[in-house]
């Protein structure tokens, strides 16, 4: 993430794709003036030309001087590859880590793909620890070994903790820089401390109390620290009464703790409660529109993609979710074909049983959405479980009495066969039941796997109410009507 400190530099973007549009107008006015010039026959036409492109070019370099890190990498994600490239290369040097960081994975890789090594040691040479080891992943290991040379020995030591633990953890999420204090001194001298700083750094909402093997002792809040007797020691108004994370813990859990105790940051401490970082709002935040965007994609079986990249590139991209979809269209269709016979005497059949799949696979859907929340705030365990199983299989069945006998009304009146609408309730209520179960399995059943449930649990939902809801009513109607 962008640093936050600088941002009244930055000119306000209202709206990204109206700052999109208006980088694509320069550049589209660019392009057709300098055609209209090339295609004149004047004296010291090249000198015209180069004037001419020159101008055009700082007015838009002007113009991305004033914009903000993420805003220059919002509209890079919103431009075609050929204009990305252009646009990319009039962003100051000493921002291009920075926007790099803001962007997606699959913009960042081709934003990667046009520099040279030299720039990328010089545009990750700028950023802090934690945040090169956001871009460590797409960063060549030739560039990844000169960063290492270029940082000090503390800088290589916080690089090499933030890579080593694993994704989706405390420690992958916080950063380094935080302010400590001793607990033995006055306020005054904390308050001189950091009036000789430069700058807080972002989301400093409290300091780090710690003796001198860096073990954490307690926190300062700002609040108390001004509103204090300056002649106070440390140890007089900091608080005992903290919430500390481990670099091991995961980030979902932190994610939640954040949340519930409205914080803004919190220490990271290692198991002799030495202080290794912190997590902020801002880590929070930034976790939480990653997790959302990948579980998004990954409910349709994507993975991050660039809207410009090649046809090919996407196809590929979007390979995996369809071969899956085909396979149990597939299986579907082969549970159809066992009652071809069925069908063929009773046309009726294969207008209904889409009704049936089609609102058990909705109210699967529902049940889904309320376990996987239920497992990201932590809230089912061994003890509730099988309650909460017991309870959808009920809300399955009032369900499917009451709208399987509008169906089954539905069914009767249309062909007037009263057995027909019987099979229709019997069928719609057992497959919502279904529904039921594997919408509730099937979430716990990913998570256990150490799997993401909001990912696979829609494919494992689809599958089943497709196919045992063409059963169930194909089975029913085979054995009381034909």
Not at 109 to 129: G, K, R, S, V, Y
Not at 134 to 155: K, N, Y
Not at 405 to 419: E, I, R, T
């Amino acid at each position: 993430m962008a640093d936050q400190g600088n941002d009244s530099k930055y000119q306000r973007v209202e709206s990204v794709p109206e700052a999109a549009a208006e980088v694509r107008a320069i550049l589209q006015k660019q392009e057709l003036v300098e055609g209209l010039v090339h295609k004149q026959d004047m004296p010291r036409q090249d000198l015209v030309e180069g004037l001419l492109h020159k101008q055009n070019v700082a007015a838009l370099k002007n113009k991305l001087d004033k914009l903000h890190p993420a805003d220059i990498a919002a509209i890079l994600e919103q431009l075609p590859l050929d204009e990305r490239t252009s646009v990319w290369n009039l962003v100051k040097a000493d921002l291009d880590g920075d926007v790099l960081l803001e962007a997606s994975d699959a913009v960042r890789e081709t934003l990667i793909a046009d520099m040279d090594p030299e720039e990328l040691l010089a545009a990750t040479e700028q950023l802090d620890a934690d945040e090169i080891a956001d871009l460590a992943p797409d960063l060549p290991d030739e560039v990844i070994a000169d960063v290492f040379r270029s940082l000090s020995s503390e800088e290589r030591e916080q690089l090499r903790a933030a890579l080593s633990y694993p994704e989706n953890t405390v420690g992958a999420l916080m950063d380094f820089e935080m302010v400590t204090v001793r607990e033995d001194v006055t306020l005054e001298v904390v308050l001189r401390y950091l009036l000789r700083m430069d700058e807080l750094p972002s989301n400093t909402d409290k300091l780090f109390v710690v003796d001198r093997h860096n073990v954490l002792r307690g926190v300062l809040p700002i609040s108390e620290l001004i509103v204090s007797a300056p002649e106070k020691l440390v140890s007089e108004v900091m608080a005992r009464d903290y919430l500390t994370f481990h670099p091991e813990d995961e980030a979902d859990e932190a994610t939640q703790a954040v949340e519930r105790y409205d914080l803004v940051s919190a220490p990271v401490v290692d198991a002799s409660q030495r202080i290794v970082g912190r997590i902020t709002i801002t880590d929070i935040v930034d976790y939480i529109r990653e997790d959302a965007e990948h579980e998004m994609l990954g409910k349709v079986g994507l993975r991050d993609e660039d809207l410009f990249s090649s046809v090919w590139k996407s196809a590929r991209n979007r390979w995996l979710w369809l071969a899956v979809n085909l396979c149990t269209a597939f299986f579907a269709s082969r549970v159809i074909g066992l009652f071809e016979g069925s069908i063929e005497k009773l046309v009726a059949l294969a207008a209904l049983m889409p009704i049936v799949a089609a609102i058990a696979g909705n109210s699967g859907n529902q049940t889904v959405a309320l376990i996987v929340r239920a497992l990201a705030f932590g809230e089912i365990n061994k003890d509730n479980a099988r309650r909460l199983l017991i309870k959808e299989l009920a809300i399955a069945t009032v369900n499917g009495l009451m709208w399987g006998s509008v169906a089954g009304l539905f069914a009767w009146w249309l062909y007037g066969n009263v057995g027909l609408g019987l099979v229709m309730v019997g069928a719609m209520m057992l497959n919502l039941m279904v529904g039921a179960v594997v919408g509730m399995l099937a979430p716990m059943l990913l998570e256990r796997m150490k799997r993401d449930p909001a990912i696979g649990s829609s494919v494992l939902l689809t599958f089943s109410t497709d196919s045992m809801g063409f059963l169930i009513f194909l089975g029913l109607a085979t054995l009381f009507l034909v």
